[in-house]
């Protein structure tokens, strides 16, 4: 079964820093694309981040803070977070491409919620 | 960067009625066009993707149409389990991939 499974969410203060982790399972992790994309309480979708092969992309509202990356031998894809910020409050779910490249996102884990609060 | 604007914002429909739910982009996207459920408390779901391909497993009653910057997702005979937020996607001109604002779909 194709899976995606994120941790690391929690509530941290403004300013301070968080890693989240997803993992795959099911698939094989390294040919696709991968994303995050975060809703924040009662809103609409937003994209974060996607990585492909070796090119990064990010949204201007996280960029310069926030890092996408990948662990193709832990079938693990990754959004490291630092100066964050209320507005960073959200479920952060971690997204599967429909193929190499961004795009589509088929596979959609459960989410984990991030809370910047002091 | 492309802008996506949904209508209507909320759509009361009874169980067994269709729904046809309108989604529009600021400039032309061509096919790159995808459709999302998400049930309250869940994840989003992939439902159709080029504008009209179901993806796996999504119950023929789901279909999509559209191309440039007017898209339809409809579905043709309401399901309990089909009441939920909609969300079309972009993916034409990125970064940022953008989604609209959501229909959502209620009794």
């Known amino acids: 079964e194709v899976q995606l499974l994120e941790s690391g969410g929690g509530l941290v203060q403004p300013g301070e820093s968080l890693r989240l982790s997803c993992a795959a399972s099911?698939?094989?992790?390294?040919?696709?694309?991968m994303t995050w994309v975060r809703q924040a309480p009662g809103t609409g979708l937003e994209w974060v981040s996607s990585?492909?092969?070796?090119?990064?992309y990010y949204g201007d509202s996280v960029k310069g803070r926030f890092t996408i990356s990948r662990d193709n031998s832990k079938n693990t894809l990754y959004l490291q977070m630092h100066s964050l910020r209320a507005e960073d409050t959200a479920v952060y779910y971690c997204?599967?491409?429909?193929?190499?490249?961004?795009?589509?996102?088929?596979?959609w884990g459960q989410g984990t919620l991030v809370t910047v609060s002091s | 960067e492309i802008a996506m604007t949904q209508s209507p914002a909320t759509l009361s429909v009874s169980p067994g009625e269709r729904a046809t739910l309108s989604c529009r982009a600021s400039?032309?996207?061509?096919?790159?066009l995808a459709w999302y459920q998400q049930i309250p408390g869940q994840a989003p779901r992939l439902l159709i993707y080029?504008?009209?391909t179901r993806a796996t497993g999504i119950p023929a009653r789901f279909s999509g149409s559209g191309s440039g910057t007017e898209f339809t997702l409809t579905i043709s005979s309401l399901q309990s389990e089909d009441f939920a937020v909609y969300y079309c996607?972009?993916?034409?001109?990125?970064?940022?991939?953008?989604f609209g604002p959501g229909t959502k779909v209620d009794i």
């Open positions: 997204a599967k491409n429909i193929i190499s490249m961004p795009g589509a996102f088929d596979i």
């Open positions: 099911g698939f094989t992790f390294s040919t696709y694309a």
């Open positions: 996607q972009q993916y034409m001109s990125w970064p940022p991939f953008t």
């Open positions: 080029g504008a009209s």
């Open positions: 990585t492909s092969g070796a090119y990064t």
């Open positions: 400039q032309s996207v061509s096919s790159n």
